[in-house]
């Protein structure tokens, strides 16, 4: 089983719609969530940490269910300039050799928004 | 404030060649890591550097080496490039007094090894 794993996707939506993106991970002991968004050809940036109480950031909100080890990320009112992958991101615990900075990263779900 | 630079940005290799890539962290971050996306695939940790020496590194050969200088500038060394080696290396960079694990991205060297 991988340690992350994501909707293989892609979504193709038109604008203005609300798109879910799912993710689960196997490390019950995860410390950390993320949802990155990697543009064509560009280099992954954060979008958004997920915490467990749930967040919203704009259109964006991200939900973890612990018990579920399951992540979520909402996109509601969809835009064009949203089409990007979107990339689950489980940081594991930190017992892994010192190494803080190891970010588990799911293989992404290719969202296409249309005119 | 500058953000995480790296070079060259594309590289064309053959088997059994080496290859240095190069990564100037943003200011203020003394971490660094690398990591290597391969086509349709998320990235995959590689190692990181803190004070000039690897304190974790992932499911990635010998041949896969780095270093860390003192102002926290990077280097990724691959010795004998194997095909499955060509991927987007990707340079991260964090400081550990403020959310280590909140990392910033460099836009990558694109390795491909013939």
């Known amino acids: 089983r991988k340690e992350v794993e994501q909707d293989p996707g892609p979504f193709n939506v038109p604008e203005g719609a609300t798109v879910a993106f799912n993710c689960t991970y196997s490390?019950?002991?995860?410390?950390?969530f993320f949802w990155y968004r990697q543009d064509c050809r560009k280099e992954p940036k954060l979008l958004m940490s997920v915490y467990s109480s749930g967040n919203e950031d704009g259109r964006f909100t991200a939900q973890l269910n612990r018990a579920s080890q399951y992540i979520s990320l909402l996109i509601r009112d969809s835009k064009l300039s949203d089409s990007a992958t979107y990339l689950c991101?489980?940081?594991?615990?930190?017992?892994?050799?010192?190494?803080?900075?190891?970010?588990?990263f799911g293989t992404g779900t290719l969202l296409a928004v249309q005119p | 404030e500058t953000g995480v630079t790296q070079s060259p940005t594309h590289l064309i290799k053959t088997r059994g060649q080496q290859v240095t890539l190069r990564c100037s962290s943003q200011s203020g971050h003394n971490t660094v890591s690398w990591y290597q996306q391969a086509l349709g695939q998320g990235p995959q940790f590689i190692f990181q550097y803190y004070r000039e020496e690897e304190n974790g590194r992932g499911n990635f050969p010998p041949r896969f080496s780095g270093l860390q200088f003192p102002n926290y500038s990077s280097e990724l060394n691959v010795n004998a490039l194997e095909l499955d080696d060509s991927a987007l290396y990707l340079c991260?960079?964090?400081?550990?007094?403020?959310?280590?694990?909140?990392?910033?991205f460099g836009a990558g060297s694109r390795l491909t090894v013939l």
């Open positions: 991101v489980v940081n594991p615990p930190m017992n892994y050799g010192g190494a803080t900075n190891k970010l588990i």
């Open positions: 991260a960079s964090s400081s550990i007094s403020s959310g280590a694990n909140v990392l910033t």
């Open positions: 490390n019950s002991a995860s410390q950390s």
